[in-house]
């Protein structure tokens, strides 16, 4: 019924709902700050789980996975998550140690996705963070394959959605130790 599906599928509304204010002119000089301005802006604008993220991988052979996850931390190291070791991403990070990681916040149109290679927190940041989860969530994992690891950002891009469908994206790469920003209207 492929028809029928892509009739249903039409029939969904996207891209709903109403921006926030982005003064593309006014950004600040590094990634992390605005980051955490837009989940302030997202929470305040009651935003459900919008510490979720969505985070891919690749293979050895570079075929892609990605799975949601909770984002557990963010600041000038990167945007942290953890897992076990022993999962198929943890397999994938080791193999190739880079990853992206995207969210979405409706109805405020805005997406962010952040692509870096990934580290392996110091071993006692993994045991911080297991020691933080429930004790029933603690008592699914062994403690030694619980991993926090981090996306060390080389380039970060803001998505601001627009009804007119004029959207804007800043984007943010690195340049040596610093950022540039450009700003593109498509
Ligand atoms: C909203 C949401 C949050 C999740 N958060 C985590 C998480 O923080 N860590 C984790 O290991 N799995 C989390 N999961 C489960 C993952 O999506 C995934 O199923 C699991 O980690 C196995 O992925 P893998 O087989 O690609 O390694 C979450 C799932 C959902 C739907």
């Known amino acids: 019924m492929t028809h029928a599906t892509r009739a249903l599928l039409g029939s969904i509304p996207a891209l709903t709902g109403s ?7 006014e950004l600040p000089t590094e990634p992390v700050g605005l980051f955490l ?3 302030e802006v997202a929470l305040a604008a009651g935003v459900e789980e919008p510490r979720t993220v969505a985070l891919s ?6 075929v892609p996975d990605s799975r949601m996850l909770i984002l557990k931390d963010v600041d000038s190291r ?3 998550f953890a897992s076990t070791a022993s ?3 943890g397999q994938q990070l080791s193999v190739c140690p880079a990853a992206a990681l995207t969210v979405w916040w409706q109805p405020l149109m805005r ?3 952040v692509r870096g290679p990934v580290v392996e927190a110091p071993r006692g940041e993994s045991v911080a963070d297991l020691q933080a989860r429930s004790p029933a969530a603690q008592a699914s994992v062994d403690a030694d394959d619980w991993t926090l690891w981090r996306v060390v950002p080389n380039r970060v891009e803001f998505w601001q959605g627009s009804p007119d469908r004029a959207h804007t994206r800043a984007v943010y790469v690195t340049e040596g130790s610093a950022w540039r920003v450009s700003v593109a209207q498509d």
Not at 19 to 25: D, L, N
Not at 57 to 62: I, S
């Open 87 to 89: 999962s198929r991403k």
């Open 57 to 62: 991988t690749v293979d050895a052979g570079g």
């Open 19 to 25: 921006p926030p204010a982005f003064r593309a002119g």
């Open 37 to 39: 301005t837009w989940l």
């Open 78 to 80: 990167g945007w942290a």
């Open 111 to 113: 997406s962010v996705r």
